[in-house]
């Protein structure tokens, strides 16, 4: 895949393709950005040529607009979705088993709220580094294990005593690693929020266990699907400058593959400037840059 691609990106191509993938019956791909369209359509392009084997991709194509129109076509895939995974299993998808699924994802996003609240100013107990880690298992696990065994390390983390030093909010492309956040952190400074469905954005209110389990769903994933992007963009907007507003500087992280980011920076940056809010903007890891940005924040 080209460079304009992000490392999960590619990295996520290059594992369909090789013949670690060959047990997937198929692939599903939600339409979340712009990338991980144009990977379900390199993946068909792939099959289509035959010069290489991938799993069958699944597009669950969920528009990137607010309206009535493209809320009724979300709905309407979703049934298709559903109908579709009922044909390769052989067997129904009954309300009772998607009702238990949602109960279950519930009771996990209730433990990442509760690593969300270590890390709140001020007195946070968990750095970002860690945070990455542990939220990031989110995304990779069974969920009744992942709320056991991410239950077990927030009772650990709530017994710590305050971690000090300068607080920082990270805005990046979704890191997919804790890389730009550690070398922050070596610094000196404490990553408290990263706007990011990879850490502070992993979760939000839980989805809805009285209301019909299929609609529920979607509206979850219409109204606040993990995406790069926020929509509409006034409510992330809103989210920034609230994060903003409670930290000692703003770290943009913008390496050369972005095509999201850029467009919100100018805007974002001018809100900090207006508050006289340190921040600082990075297209590749430089400590050295990083460490003189802290070092000019102080101790709050």
């Known amino acids: 895949m080209e460079d304009a691609f992000s490392p999960r990106i590619k990295a996520i191509f290059d594992f369909l393709v090789s013949p670690e993938a060959a047990a997937l019956s198929a692939v599903l791909i939600p339409r979340t950005s712009e990338q991980e369209h144009k990977l379900y359509l390199y993946l068909r392009e792939v099959m ?3 010069l290489e084997t991938a799993p069958p991709p699944i597009l669950y194509n969920l528009l990137q607009a607010r309206s009535p129109e493209a809320q009724a076509y979300g709905l309407e895939r979703t049934r298709e979705l559903k109908q579709q995974l009922e044909r390769m299993t052989g067997r129904a998808i009954e309300a009772e088993a998607m009702t238990a699924a949602i109960a ?6 209730s433990v990442v709220r509760g690593l969300l609240r ?3 100013c001020p007195g946070p107990r968990l750095a970002g580094s860690e945070a990455l880690a542990l939220i990031g298992a989110w995304y990779f696990m069974d969920r009744t294990e992942y709320r056991q065994l991410a239950r077990t390390a927030l009772q ?48 939000s209110d839980d989805i809805d266990v009285t209301a019909d389990p299929l609609g529920a769903i979607f509206e979850r994933y219409y109204f606040d699907a993990p995406s790069p992007r926020v929509f509409p963009s006034s409510t992330a907007d809103a989210w920034f400058r609230q994060k903003a507003q409670e930290v000692d500087g703003v770290v943009f992280y913008l390496p050369e593959e972005d095509d999201t980011l850029g467009w919100d920076y100018p805007r974002l940056r001018n809100f900090l400037d207006e508050r006289a809010i340190p921040h600082l903007m990075l297209r590749t890891a430089s400590s050295e840059r990083a460490g003189a940005f802290v070092k000019g924040l102080g101790h709050g």
């Open 156 to 203: 650990e983390i709530e017994t710590r005593g305050p971690i000090t030093g300068p607080r920082v909010l990270m805005k990046e492309p979704p890191l997919g690693s804790r890389d730009i956040c550690s070398m922050i952190e070596a610094q000196g400074a404490i990553v408290v929020a990263e706007d990011d469905w990879w850490g502070s954005r992993a979760v």
């Open 118 to 120: 270590l890390r709140e």
């Open 48 to 50: 289509r040529q035959g």
């Open 104 to 109: 279950e994802g519930n009771a996990a996003r």
